[in-house]
């Protein structure tokens, strides 16, 4: 059992940058893949990013390529989204998820354990 817990939403202007963290408690932090999903109100959840267990291999939906940035801390239990020139579009719940099987990590029907979301909303 893995326990995440996200941090780190907002409110920020378009441009502006955000950093998420997504702190996790339970069975070994380093063995799991992990992704970044967002929900925008009326729309399903989808992919953003997502990371190998070792942090050696990164992921990303084409919308948030060159703006976003996944990486983990595997000392800590965290990974993190850096999350710059942000646009209102980007506008969503941000939910972490952890990937037993590191098995097709851009799907969100493969993960194992999710947080709870924390919201971001992109002013214009």
């Known amino acids: 059992q893995v326990q995440l817990v996200e941090s780190g939403g907002g409110l920020v202007q378009a441009g502006g940058s955000l950093r998420l963290s997504c702190a996790a408690s339970g069975r070994a932090f380093s063995i799991y893949g992990m992704g970044w999903f967002r929900q925008a109100p009326g729309k399903e959840r989808r992919y953003v990013a997502a990371?190998?267990?070792?942090?050696?291999?990164?992921y990303y939906v084409d919308s948030v390529k060159g703006r976003f940035t996944i990486s983990r801390d595997n000392a800590k239990n965290t990974v993190y989204l850096q999350m710059n020139s942000l646009k209102p579009e980007d506008t969503a719940v941000y939910y972490c998820a952890a990937n037993a099987r590191q098995l097709a990590l851009t799907n969100y029907g493969y993960y194992d354990y999710w947080g709870q979301g924390t919201q971001v909303t992109v002013s214009s």
């Open positions: 990371i190998t267990s070792s942090g050696g291999s990164t």
